[in-house]
């Protein structure tokens, strides 16, 4: 009986509680939460998000957001206290550039768990793919705080950090970065600014003697 409900609730949330159409998303709530188990329909999500995000055909990739979207909706409404809900519907809604619906899910899950590091993490990529550094950095920063051994986080550090012109900076979380995941790219890159943070040493020290000498 419980296989049969499930079934039927996953067979109809895509159709009934989200419709992605060219003008957005249309949400119709028609479901009895109650009927939902948990464990099973967060494994069905859990695949579809998986599928969505790693698939490249577009038509697989928008029916799985479809069916994504309408079971991380019904969870978190069931259970509203679980960040990471809200922390899948906010990367869904990015993935169809519903940048509003987006934000205030990346908000949602943060204000149930304001030490969510996965959640801060996502919020920053978010930022940094809008090219909003300073955002991003801010996210990043309080990733960071949480858990300092997190690869991305240390990368994007470092890569904000050498937009912003801050070699030093830089270097400290590109190879904080390369000590948990190395590769050749990240090794060149880290030459590079090596010799960039060497060579403007090397001309702030010449500018000083120059300036004490006359």
Do not use: C, W
């Not at 995000?53 to 019904?74: F, Q, S, V």
């Not at 906010?90 to 509003?100: G, P």
């Amino acid at each position: 009986m419980h296989k049969f409900v499930i079934t039927a609730l996953l067979t109809l949330i895509p159709l009934s509680s989200f419709a992605i159409q060219k003008g957005g998303i249309e949400y119709i709530p028609k479901i009895d939460y109650n009927l939902i188990n948990t464990s099973d329909f967060e494994k069905k999500a859990f695949e579809h998000f998986t599928i969505a995000t790693t698939t490249d055909t577009e038509e697989e990739r928008i029916k799985n957001i479809e069916y994504a979207l309408g079971e991380y909706r019904a969870l978190l409404t069931k259970h509203p206290d679980n960040p990471d809900y809200a922390l899948k519907l906010a990367l869904l809604y990015e993935l169809i550039n519903k940048d509003r619906y987006a934000k205030s899910l990346f908000y949602q899950a943060l204000s149930i768990n304001p030490k969510h590091a996965q959640a801060h993490e996502a919020f920053g990529d978010y930022y940094f793919k809008k090219e909003d550094y300073r955002k991003a950095l801010k996210q990043y920063n309080e990733a960071y705080i949480l858990n300092n051994n997190i690869y991305n986080v240390n990368y994007k550090i470092g890569v904000i950090h050498q937009k912003l012109g801050d070699t030093r900076s830089a270097l400290k979380y590109l190879r904080q970065a390369q000590q948990i995941n190395t590769s050749e790219e990240l090794e060149n890159k880290i030459r590079l600014l090596e010799e960039l943070n060497s060579s403007n040493a090397l001309y702030y020290q010449n500018t000083r003697i120059h300036f004490v000498e006359d």
